[in-house]
């Protein structure tokens, strides 16, 4: 039974918009080969990642 409930809501999650699903304080970032070679390896300093969050709010 439960296991059916779970199906029909991931199903419903599947046919929400989108924009129903946005959520403003979430902000994914891709990190490829070229950025850490450019960058460096995690974990950054603290005020590396400050500059970037605030370069992503503009």
């Given at each position: 039974?439960?296991?059916?409930?779970?199906?029909?809501?991931?199903?419903?999650?599947?046919?929400?918009?989108?924009?129903?699903?946005r959520d403003d304080r979430v902000l994914m970032?891709?990190?490829?080969d070229k950025c850490i070679a450019r960058v460096?390896?995690?974990?950054?300093?603290?005020?590396?990642?400050?500059?970037?969050?605030?370069?992503?709010?503009?």
């Amino acid at each position: 039974m439960l296991e059916r409930l779970d199906r029909l809501t991931y199903d419903l999650l599947l046919q929400a918009p989108l924009t129903a699903l946005r959520d403003d304080r979430v902000l994914m970032v891709g990190v490829d080969d070229k950025c850490i070679a450019r960058v460096g390896q995690w974990p950054h300093l603290k005020g590396f990642l400050g500059r970037t969050t605030s370069y992503t709010k503009r």
